[in-house]
């Protein structure tokens, strides 16, 4: 693995165990006084969330499957995928997708909304956001299917909206 990577996944673990030490010590101590606490909650399967927490949100054609490898121990398939139409961040031309295995297959030629993290390393990888599997989009313009979302809204206008914090449908 890239020292990039080790040292991204790295603080990402130190930072829960950080957080899960605090909450069990502000559990089992007794304050002097009443503890008010902000609860963030990050659903996977909501529009919004999904939008606010990826690094990018596109459109994109999976050209191939390249390859597999194991990632902090998670084995997972590698992609290539083609951004088409941008909804948040900057990307363009080709980038490489990590999908963890056990998710349904990426078939070539497909086209979805991807959320991502970037890894931010050289080879311009990036991750699904976790929790979160690619919505299936051959058609920007098609009506948005299996969601609560309002009626006649495109693939288009609800990852707009998503990514504008406007809509609380879930995917």
Same mark, same amino acid.
């Given at each position: 693995?890239k020292?990039?990577?080790l040292?991204? =996944?790295?603080? !990402?673990l130190?930072?829960? %165990?950080?957080?899960g /030490?605090?909450?069990?010590?502000?559990?089992v +101590?007794d304050?002097?006084?009443?503890?008010?606490?902000?609860?963030?909650?990050?659903?996977?399967?909501a529009a919004r969330d999904v939008?606010s927490?990826a690094?990018?949100?596109f459109?994109?054609?999976?050209?191939?499957l390249t390859g597999?490898?194991t990632?902090?121990?998670?084995?997972?398939? =590698?992609?290539? !995928?083609?951004?088409?139409? %941008?909804?948040?961040g /900057?990307?363009?031309g080709?980038?490489?997708? +990590?999908?963890p295995?056990?998710?349904?297959?990426?078939?070539p030629?497909?086209?979805?909304?991807?959320?991502?993290t970037?890894?931010?390393?050289?080879?311009?990888?990036?991750?699904l956001?976790?929790?979160?599997?690619?919505y299936?989009?051959?058609d920007l313009?098609?009506p948005?299917?299996?969601t609560?979302?309002?009626?006649?809204?495109? %693939?288009?206008?609800?990852?707009?909206?998503?990514?504008d914090?406007? +809509?609380g449908?879930?995917?």
């Amino acid at each position: 693995m890239k020292k990039p990577l080790l040292a991204c =996944l790295a603080a !990402v673990l130190t930072a829960a %165990v950080a957080t899960g /030490g605090y909450l069990a010590l502000q559990h089992v +101590t007794d304050p002097s006084e009443p503890v008010r606490t902000v609860t963030a909650s990050y659903d996977p399967g909501a529009a919004r969330d999904v939008a606010s927490s990826a690094d990018d949100v596109f459109h994109g054609t999976v050209v191939r499957l390249t390859g597999r490898r194991t990632i902090a121990e998670i084995p997972s398939r =590698l992609y290539e !995928v083609r951004v088409g139409h %941008v909804f948040k961040g /900057g990307l363009t031309g080709t980038v490489t997708l +990590t999908q963890p295995e056990g998710h349904p297959t990426l078939e070539p030629g497909g086209k979805y909304v991807f959320a991502t993290t970037s890894w931010h390393n050289e080879d311009n990888e990036h991750g699904l956001l976790s929790g979160t599997r690619p919505y299936p989009a051959p058609d920007l313009t098609a009506p948005v299917l299996g969601t609560p979302a309002r009626a006649g809204v495109t %693939v288009a206008e609800y990852w707009r909206d998503a990514v504008d914090g406007r +809509t609380g449908s879930s995917r």
